[in-house]
């Protein structure tokens, strides 16, 4: 397991994950069409192309999810007890076709929690940008870790 226990998190720290993830077509279509959401700005071409952004872009919680599952595998895989919720989820700039998105994660704060000894809550900022620089998504999301267990 390659994820932090709540011992491991200290304010301040940040994780800027190497995995990058280059986006398609198929997965916008295929994630709006699951979802149902058939916004045109996501599926019609001819539409999107007389937009501000000339073509279609990603449906914004498509690189939320994709952001936070970068961070994944560093951050919370087999760690995490459970996300407690999101907050301050913005997209400051489309994402297109093609683009590659890479993702941070900064510990903002941490605190024990009083009806679970063995877990504890922190919240962690991830950050979201395209291959030139460009930030497309972020957001502040509490998570309840594990602590570590003496064996």
Do not use: C, W
Request: proline share 3%.
């Amino acid at each position: 397991m390659s994820g932090k226990y709540y011992e491991d998190l200290t304010p301040g720290q940040i994780f800027k994950h190497t995995t990058g993830r280059t986006v398609t077509e198929v997965d916008n279509v295929l994630f709006n069409s699951l979802t149902m959401n058939m916004q045109a700005l996501h599926l019609n071409e001819d539409f999107a192309s007389k937009s501000q952004f000339g073509q279609r872009i990603f449906n914004g919680i498509f690189t939320m999810a994709l952001v936070v599952g970068i961070s994944a595998t560093e951050v919370t895989d087999g760690t995490i007890v459970a996300n407690l919720g999101y907050e301050n989820v913005r997209h400051p700039a489309p994402v297109f076709h093609g683009d590659t998105i890479y993702a941070q994660t900064e510990v903002l704060d941490k605190r024990e929690t009083k009806s679970r000894p063995d877990t504890g809550i922190v919240r962690l900022k991830l950050t979201g940008r395209k291959q030139d620089g460009t930030v497309v998504v972020e957001l502040v999301r509490a998570v309840m870790f594990l602590k570590r267990v003496d064996k």
